[in-house]
């Protein structure tokens, strides 16, 4: 890829809660409709690299530029930075007491000051995108698990971000409603929006991914493509968590 497709080029990016050091020295790049899935076991630090990339968290050290403007700079323009990059949760955080239709317009009419018309237009044609539109009128208490990240999602697209950020999207659903939220990622995939995706789901990863981190410990012990971390790891901690997960070792 060439460099000027280079989104995110972070630098020993570094984070620390109190005495906790999370995470170790970050170094890697995200491109341009590039699908990055990053793996790993449970406290390896996945959830905070990504929460720092629209600085959900602040990092302790390093360097995180985007379209290289260093976003850690003092007076930089965060609220902006988070209408290029969003970010969809676990837990949904969906407003209960605003309907399906004022979740998803809200952004649109007080960041991008779109007015009610257009800005309901462009939320029903998502909705419709990801099978919802009858839910419109529906309010978060009454939607499945599967539904609600779904709407979360378009809410996340309804700026039109440059970059999507995942956080285990799917940790929080039962089984049963996983792959209808997977389905929805994988679409936006092939339509070549930029991703960054925390998962659990091998099967996803090794599927839709370009590239894949595993992070261990704080830091990305090996990063490659699905065919390359998956079919033939080279570190032996990503043989071990493999090993655990999936029948690939």
Request: aromatic letters at 6%; glycine letters at 8%.
């Amino acid at each position: 890829m060439n460099a000027n497709q280079v989104l995110f080029d972070i630098k020993g990016l570094k984070k620390n809660f109190g005495e906790l050091e999370v995470l170790k020295g970050i170094d890697t790049t995200i491109s341009k409709g590039e699908v990055v899935v990053v793996i790993g076991p449970s406290g390896s630090g996945k959830s905070t690299f990504i929460r720092c990339l629209n600085l959900l968290e602040q990092p302790a050290g390093g360097q995180i530029n985007y379209k290289g403007e260093d976003i850690t700079a003092k007076k930089f323009n965060v609220a902006g930075h988070r209408e290029k990059v969003s970010m969809v949760f676990q837990q949904f955080n969906l407003f209960n007491n605003l309907s399906v239709l004022e979740n998803v317009t809200i952004s649109m009419k007080k960041v991008k000051k779109i007015g009610d018309a257009e800005a309901n237009e462009k939320a029903m044609a998502l909705l419709k995108r990801v099978g919802l539109e009858d839910k419109a009128d529906a309010y978060p208490a009454q939607l499945s698990g599967g539904q609600k990240q779904r709407i979360a999602i378009v809410r996340a697209m309804a700026l039109e971000p440059e970059v999507v950020l995942f956080d285990e999207p799917t940790s929080a659903l039962d089984p049963e409603m996983v792959g209808e939220v997977l389905a929805v990622i994988q679409e936006l995939a092939q339509e070549g929006v930029t991703m960054v995706v925390v998962t659990h789901e091998m099967g996803f990863a090794q599927k839709v991914g370009t590239r894949v981190l595993f992070m261990d410990e704080g830091i990305i012990a090996e990063e490659g493509t699905p065919k390359e971390i998956f079919e033939n790891p080279q570190n032996e901690r990503t043989k071990d968590f493999l090993s655990k997960v999936i029948n690939v070792i």
